[in-house]
């Protein structure tokens, strides 16, 4: 890992802090209000948390097992990244099927537009990344962007799979 790629990284965190801080002043600055999970949905939420905690630690002991018998796996910190990414699916497709991912005043059509386009972002470079890379570990295995893309992408599908029962379910 290059000094240039953690630079960018924090950069990118940073740059997505600061765009959720502005559109919270926005919002706020609007007369809107945060909105607010209802009891239920902090009930499922936590389950969530659960689970997505129990499959990142099996993940991660399931790498430890694999990196101790040496076999090939992701560079570490992508590993790593694999396994939050997997952790955040799992909270997210948990939350999302038990109707605990939005809050009661969200707008879930705004927010899946959010989501579509950031992961069109990065699944755009992820693959810029395999066509141009210089060598297959560097196009495959240490590709934050697909991976980060896939994540996101598996989330949207779940949202709309979701979305499509309940519009189903309401027609009947």
């Given at each position: 890992m290059n000094v240039e790629w953690a630079i960018g990284v924090v950069v990118g965190l940073l740059i997505v802090a600061v765009a959720c801080l502005v559109v919270r002043?926005?919002?706020?600055?609007?007369?809107?209000?945060?909105?607010?999970y209802d009891e239920r949905q902090q009930i499922v939420r936590g389950r969530a948390f659960t689970v997505a905690?129990?499959?990142?630690?099996?993940?991660?002991?399931?790498?430890?097992?694999?990196?101790?018998?040496?076999?090939?796996?992701?560079?570490?910190?992508?590993?790593?990244?694999?396994?939050?990414?997997?952790?955040?699916?799992?909270?997210a497709g948990y939350s999302i099927f038990?109707?605990?991912?939005?809050?009661?005043s969200d707008r879930p059509a705004a927010w899946l537009a959010v989501l579509a386009v950031v992961s069109a972002l990065n699944l755009a470079i992820g693959i810029g990344r395999l066509v141009r890379g210089a060598t297959l570990e560097?196009?495959?295995?240490e590709n934050a962007n697909l991976m980060t893309g896939i994540m996101l992408a598996a989330i949207l599908v779940c949202a709309l799979i979701k979305l499509a029962r309940d519009r189903r379910g309401g027609e009947e």
């Open positions: 002043k926005i919002v706020l600055a609007r007369g809107g209000k945060p909105g607010e905690y129990a499959t990142i630690l099996i993940y991660l002991a399931a790498w430890m097992v694999l990196n101790a018998m040496q076999v090939p796996f992701f560079s570490n910190s992508h590993s790593v990244l694999l396994g939050l990414l997997l952790s955040v699916a799992v909270f038990h109707d605990a991912y939005f809050r009661t560097a196009r495959l295995y």
